[in-house]
């Protein structure tokens, strides 16, 4: 595409670095406040004791409720710190200052496309799924288990990094607000991140990188710390907020060169 020749990755990268370096402690503040919030909440919700007794009754009914419960609220809470961080990236993006009515009201529009967003590709993926789990039983018979198994983790691997490009843009397209009904933003964030997959590949893979790394080592070392699992969360929201304020770049660049590309057509 014209735009990857023109807007360059390691551009792009060093547009958001200095967008969040001049906006670093109010971002630091939205950081600590949400992590500060999402860590007590798994510190009252989350009870370890709790989840070894019911594996030791092996009640598997209970169990099964038990994380169900916690799915759904750390869910809903992770959707509702992404609303609230898409608005404070736009208020950020049009003033130095915190527009506390802008953020609030930027904040259930987000709600709801990111909720909807969310609905619709569940649903898509419960479908492919079934579709590719038939698939693989019948190539089961026909091919070597093991190499069957390493073809469905690829597959798998590379639909969760497609999704994630997708997703991403689609977080990135609706921070400025819009007209757009939500569907052809959803149509559009497939359009424009599978177009410019050289732009969006290497901030996904970044993204999984550092989760891949931080996350794993500091929530076993700590445990039992809120300190610690604090800083957990401080670390993977910022990666969070870059990465948001990443594909918002991409996503106007992309917008701005449709809108060149059809005056040009048009002359």
Same mark, same amino acid.
């Given at each position: 595409?014209?735009?990857?020749?023109?807007?360059?990755?390691?551009?792009?990268?060093?547009?958001?670095?200095?967008?969040?370096?001049?906006?670093?402690?109010?971002?630091?503040?939205?950081?600590?406040?949400?992590?500060?919030?999402?860590?007590?909440?798994?510190?009252?919700?989350?009870?370890?004791?709790?989840?070894?007794?019911?594996?030791?009754?092996?009640?598997?009914?209970?169990?099964?409720?038990?994380?169900?419960?916690?799915?759904?609220?750390?869910?809903?809470?992770? $959707? =509702?710190?992404?609303? !609230?961080?898409?608005?404070?990236?736009?208020? #950020?993006?049009?003033?130095?200052?915190? *527009? &506390?009515? %802008?953020?609030?009201?930027?904040?259930?529009?987000?709600?709801?496309?990111?909720?909807?967003?969310?609905?619709?590709?569940?649903?898509?993926?419960?479908?492919?799924?079934?579709?590719?789990?038939?698939?693989?039983?019948?190539?089961?018979?026909?091919?070597?288990?093991?190499?069957?198994?390493?073809?469905?983790?690829?597959?798998?691997?590379?639909?969760?990094?497609?999704?994630?490009?997708?997703?991403?843009?689609?977080?990135?397209?609706?921070?400025?607000?819009?007209?757009?009904?939500?569907?052809?933003?959803?149509?559009?964030?497939?359009?424009?991140?599978?177009?410019?997959?050289?732009?969006?590949?290497?901030?996904? $893979? =970044?993204?999984?990188? !550092?989760?891949?790394?931080?996350?794993?080592? #500091?929530?076993?070392?700590?445990?039992? *710390? &809120?300190? %610690?699992?604090?800083?957990?969360?401080?670390?993977?929201?910022?990666?969070?907020?870059?990465?948001?304020?990443?594909?918002?770049?991409?996503?106007?660049?992309?917008?701005?060169?449709?809108?060149?590309?059809?005056?040009?057509?048009?002359?």
């Amino acid at each position: 595409m014209e735009m990857q020749k023109k807007i360059s990755f390691p551009l792009i990268f060093n547009q958001t670095t200095n967008f969040i370096r001049n906006r670093l402690w109010q971002l630091a503040i939205v950081s600590v406040v949400l992590s500060l919030i999402t860590t007590l909440a798994h510190n009252n919700l989350f009870d370890k004791q709790v989840l070894i007794q019911l594996v030791e009754t092996a009640n598997k009914k209970e169990i099964i409720f038990y994380l169900l419960k916690l799915f759904m609220i750390f869910g809903f809470l992770s $959707l =509702i710190m992404k609303a !609230i961080v898409l608005a404070v990236i736009y208020n #950020l993006s049009t003033s130095d200052r915190f *527009n &506390i009515n %802008l953020i609030l009201g930027r904040i259930l529009p987000n709600l709801l496309n990111i909720i909807a967003f969310n609905v619709v590709y569940l649903t898509i993926s419960i479908v492919v799924l079934i579709f590719a789990i038939l698939i693989f039983i019948v190539l089961n018979f026909i091919f070597p288990q093991n190499l069957v198994a390493f073809l469905f983790i690829s597959i798998s691997l590379i639909y969760l990094v497609v999704l994630t490009a997708i997703y991403y843009y689609f977080l990135g397209s609706i921070i400025q607000p819009t007209v757009k009904p939500f569907f052809q933003k959803f149509a559009e964030s497939h359009t424009y991140a599978l177009s410019y997959w050289r732009l969006t590949l290497p901030m996904v $893979l =970044i993204y999984y990188l !550092i989760a891949i790394v931080i996350e794993p080592v #500091l929530n076993s070392a700590g445990e039992n *710390n &809120i300190t %610690l699992l604090l800083i957990v969360c401080i670390t993977l929201l910022f990666v969070d907020i870059f990465t948001m304020s990443f594909f918002y770049r991409i996503s106007i660049l992309s917008k701005n060169h449709e809108t060149i590309s059809n005056t040009h057509d048009i002359r």
